[in-house]
């Protein structure tokens, strides 16, 4: 038989041999010093042994191989990059050789999966795996600020990010950091404990995760800027995102967060300092009249070096997100060349994009609207993105950070607030985008990605966007979808049906009408022919019919799989909160459709008030296991906030949300 595997590895050659198992206990040798690094990696290894084959194994030490057994084996001389691996399985023995711990970790990995897909008999066909990562940095986003969950739970989570050979988890913490002293002000309540924080931090580091932090030190503040004690660092004092990057007190404050969370960061060497979406620039009396010498751009460029110097002096290297440099491109050359540049991008989706963003106006322009902005960003962004022949080149602002000599991580996206609707991500446009994103890194000589999963949604649900996202940056050539997707279903749930992923498209497609958010900005017609009005929603039948399908699936599928039952659970609550909405919007467009009828209107609010309690309860009962008490009433409130909204235009005839 043949073996499939995520991420796929670089080169797989089968051979007739068989090596057969021990009739008892089945050893991983390794050295004192190779043990110490990798206990928890083999403990994972045998406990998942057990679980999916059972077959008992145990790790000891041993200064030479041992002959019908796996041995773990570090040789300098070995010719694959630090994290590569070979994997050989042969009639004497299983060996996994690499220069280092991590890759013998990685190497056991690949192990797991191919026990996974021996069902019968105590024999394993002879193999020789060569196998290393394309990228350097293969991370995942943690957004906290909105949402958060139990330590466990994402003790887990870190669990599958290093089965898939993911290596980055980059955090923002946000307010759920367990700020000290004169910062505990900062802290929500459901912050982590500091036991926690080092719980976590030794498990990454376990896994062979490197974490993250992303600390936003100039946008995004909201998490120090809301409380009383610091409001008066704010660039304006209405809105709490933005810190003055002139006042003497802001360089200050911020390098004693990065002191607070570096603490608990015994091994982490890179701490991000965000830097996206500042949208306040030089509008306090002292910052305004430095923008009107320097430009607003030289304010961002001033203030971002001397976080950058605060950093290096800690003696970490940093990055920054590259949109307000992409705003006032004049001021890059400005920029320290210690700083690697986060990129993102969620839209390109293809090889021949044909739009490409603004970011000094925010808006999507194609090659006329190009030509339309301001005479600097028209140049600029003719210079970067188009070729020769005038074609627009795909992720181009990545490949010109890159030959301006910068390192670029580039940021792809599993779930954002863009398309995304109810909790659900929308795979048509993610998985393109990764995909795209992903290849074009390589290309340009990227130092990585790392995929996002922004705000609300089920967390579970973008399960399949990381670990698509995994192959796609460990692989040089990464599997097809479709190949993709089978293997999927085998490693992940353990069953051959691939239906499932089918409805996990379908059920993610949008409609996002009654979501006021960016329905114009993203432009959804173009990813498929999606309702863009009530009416036209409630009388489209396929969604109807996708949503109650998929929920059919799903609950059939959930006593068929043999892992992860609890995801396709998320996934059933998924297709529950869609069909929710779907009757909301059928009961809002009737009403709107016929505003006399009073007895109508009260009967649909009746059905769809059982229809939320309903929902209500299954939210908790599920997502109780993984997030704790009061941030899921939180995720509750500000879910069902937008019905009552929609209920009260129902009821007193108003209609707000009948087109764009
Ligand atoms: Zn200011």
């Known amino acids: 038989m043949k073996y499939d595997f995520i991420p796929l590895p670089k080169k797989v050659v089968y051979n007739d041999s068989y090596y057969h198992l021990p009739d008892n206990t089945l050893y991983i040798t390794a050295s004192q010093k190779l043990m110490k690094r990798l206990r928890a990696g083999i403990n994972d290894f045998c406990k998942e042994l057990k679980e ?18 796996i041995n773990l084996i570090v040789d300098d001389s070995c010719e694959l990059n ?9 009639p004497e023995g299983i060996y996994i050789i690499s220069k280092t711990a991590h890759g013998l970790y990685y190497g056991m990995q690949t192990l797991t999966q191919i026990f996974k897909q021996v069902t019968t008999g105590k024999e394993l066909r002879g193999i020789r795996i060569e196998d290393e990562p394309a990228l350097k940095v293969r991370g995942m986003m943690l957004d906290l600020r909105m949402q958060t969950f139990k330590i466990d739970y994402l003790l887990k989570f870190v669990r ?8 980055t988890l980059t955090i923002e913490y946000s307010d759920k950091f367990p700020y000290y002293g004169e910062y505990e002000v900062i802290r929500n309540p459901d912050c982590f404990s500091e036991e926690e924080v080092a719980t976590l931090v030794e498990y990454c580091h376990d896994h062979f995760v490197d974490i993250i932090p992303f600390v936003q030190c100039f946008g995004h503040m909201e998490y120090i800027l809301r409380t009383e004690k610091y409001r008066y660092l704010r660039e304006v004092d209405e809105y709490d995102s933005q810190i003055c990057p002139l006042n003497p007190d802001s360089l200050k404050v911020t390098k004693a967060l990065l002191q607070q969370v570096m603490r608990l960061h015994k091994y982490t060497t890179h701490l991000s300092i965000g830097g996206d979406e500042p949208y306040h620039l030089g509008e306090c009396p002292r910052c305004a009249d ?23 002096d800690m003696g970490l290297s940093t990055s920054i997100c590259a949109d307000k440099l992409l705003a006032y491109p004049d001021i890059i050359d400005f920029l320290s060349k210690d700083f690697i540049i986060l990129d993102w991008d969620y839209w390109t989706y293809n090889d021949n994009p044909t739009k490409i963003m603004n970011w000094n106006t925010l808006k999507m322009v194609d090659r006329a609207g190009i030509s339309k902005s301001s005479p600097e960003m028209k140049k600029f962004i003719q210079s970067v993105s188009l070729d020769e022949k005038g074609n627009m080149i795909p992720f181009a602002y990545s490949r010109y950070f890159s030959q301006k000599g910068f390192n670029v991580i580039g940021l792809c996206s599993t779930a954002s607030i863009g398309p995304d609707g109810y909790w659900v991500p ?3 446009v993610h998985i393109p985008n990764i995909n795209s994103f992903c290849k074009y890194i390589k290309e340009y000589g990227g130092l990585g990605i790392i995929n996002t999963a922004w705000e609300r949604f089920l967390f579970e649900l973008v399960y399949y966007g990381i670990i698509y996202c995994s192959e796609q940056c460990w692989s040089k050539d990464p599997d097809t979808v479709d ?4 293997k999927f279903v085998k490693l992940f749930y353990g069953i051959d049906d691939v239906d499932i992923i089918e409805w996990q498209y379908r059920i993610s497609r949008p409609f996002v009408i009654v979501e006021k958010k960016y329905p114009k900005v993203y432009k959804l017609e173009e990813y498929g022919r999606i309702p863009m009005t009530v009416f036209e929603i409630a009388q489209n039948n396929e969604l109807k019919e996708n949503i109650l399908e998929a929920q059919e699936v799903y609950t059939k599928s959930v006593d068929k799989v043999k892992w992860n039952k609890y995801n396709l ?22 009403a709107a459709g016929n505003p006399e009828n ?12 059982s229809q939320l309690s309903k929902l209500r309860e299954d939210i908790t009962s599920l997502l109780s296991e993984t997030m704790p008490e009061k941030a899921l009433e939180i995720k509750k409130v500000v879910f069902f906030n937008l019905y009552e909204e929609l209920k009260k235009e129902m009821q007193v005839r108003e209609f707000k949300h009948t087109g764009v």
């Open 598 to 609: 009073d007895e109508s209107v009260n009967d649909n609010i009746c059905y769809l008030d």
């Open 52 to 69: 999916f084959c059972n077959i008992y194994a145990e790790g000891i030490l041993a200064v030479t191989p041992l002959k019908g057994h």
């Open 82 to 90: 630090d994290e590569g691996y070979l994997l050989e399985i042969k």
């Open 426 to 428: 929308h795979y048509d």
């Open 483 to 486: 190949n993709f997707n089978r």
């Open 160 to 167: 599958t990010l290093a089965h898939y050979k993911i290596n």
């Open 569 to 590: 659970k998320e996934w059933i609550l998924g297709a529950k909160v869609r069909w929710f909405w779907y009757e909301v919007t059928r009961c809002y467009a009737e």
């Open 290 to 312: 430095y923008a009107t010498k320097y430009g607003k751009g030289g304010l961002y460029v001033y203030y971002a070096n001397q976080l950058c110097r605060i950093v290096k």
